[in-house]
Antibody, heavy 115, light 108 residues
Framework: EVQLVESGGGLVKPGGSLRLSCAAS????????MNWVRQAPGKGLEWVSS????????YYADSVKGRFTISRDNAKNSLYLQMNSLRAEDTAVYYC????????WGQGTLVTVSS | DIQMTQSPSSLSASVGDRVTITCQAS??????LNWYQQKPGKAPKLLIY???NLETGVPSRFSGSGSGTDFTFTISSLQPEDIATYYC??????????FGQGTRLEIK
């Protein structure tokens, strides 16, 4: 069974940093691209970033480019999102998702940016 | 970026009704269009990929069609457990993946 478990969310002040993790199991992690998608409270889905299976290709939404960094460790079956210079508008539930299309999703981790 | 216009934004229907949601892309995306279901408080779930392919394990009352710029998602006979918000998603214009704004489906 595919499992994706996000962690690392929490309350952070504007301008602060946070690192999200996504622990994967139940599939060959190194064979799949991975993604981060977020959902602001009461709003729709917004794609944030994607990384190819070997980290050769990395993409970001314009809204996070230059502030967020996606990475992965295939030896640890883990996906990461380093978020710097956080803004109030980054407040959202952050989901990791497997593949393209997004075949499987984690349960999400809430990031709240507030003073 | 490619814009996805999804309609309606909300919909109320009765159990057993046929329900249709449309998604229009701002430019040709071939068949690079997926549909997701999100129940309240839960993560989204892939239902349809590449416009018309049913994801494994998804009930056959769900279907999708279309290509180019116009796409349709259909529930042939609405069930109480289908109450959710539905999103279309295009991935033709990689790396910029975009979602529709969602359709909230309620039982009448």
């Amino acid at each position: 069974e595919v499992q994706l478990v996000e962690s690392g969310g929490g309350l952070v002040k504007p301008g602060g940093s946070l690192r999200l993790s996504c622990a994967a199991s139940g599939f060959t992690f190194s064979s799949y691209s991975m993604n981060w998608v977020r959902q602001a409270p009461g709003k729709g889905l917004e794609w944030v970033s994607s990384i190819s299976s070997s980290s050769s290709y990395i993409y970001y939404a314009d809204s996070v480019k230059g502030r967020f960094t996606i990475s992965r460790d295939n030896a640890k079956n883990s996906l990461y999102l380093q978020m710097n210079s956080l803004r109030a508008e980054d407040t959202a539930v952050y989901y990791c998702a497997r593949g393209t299309p997004f075949n499987d999703w984690g349960q999400g981790t809430l990031v709240t940016v507030s003073s | 970026d490619i814009q996805m216009t999804q309609s309606p934004s909300s919909l109320s229907a009765s159990v057993g009704d046929r329900v249709t949601i449309t998604c229009q892309a701002s430019q040709d995306i071939s068949n690079y269009l997926n549909w997701y279901q999100q129940k309240p408080g839960k993560a989204p779930k892939l239902l349809i990929y590449d416009a018309s392919n049913l994801e494994t394990g998804v009930p056959s009352r769900f279907s999708g069609s279309g290509s180019g710029t116009d796409f349709t998602f259909t529930i042939s006979s609405l069930q109480p457990e289908d109450i959710a918000t539905y999103y279309c998603q295009q991935y033709d214009n990689l790396p910029a993946i975009t979602f529709g704004q969602g359709t909230r489906l309620e039982i009448k």
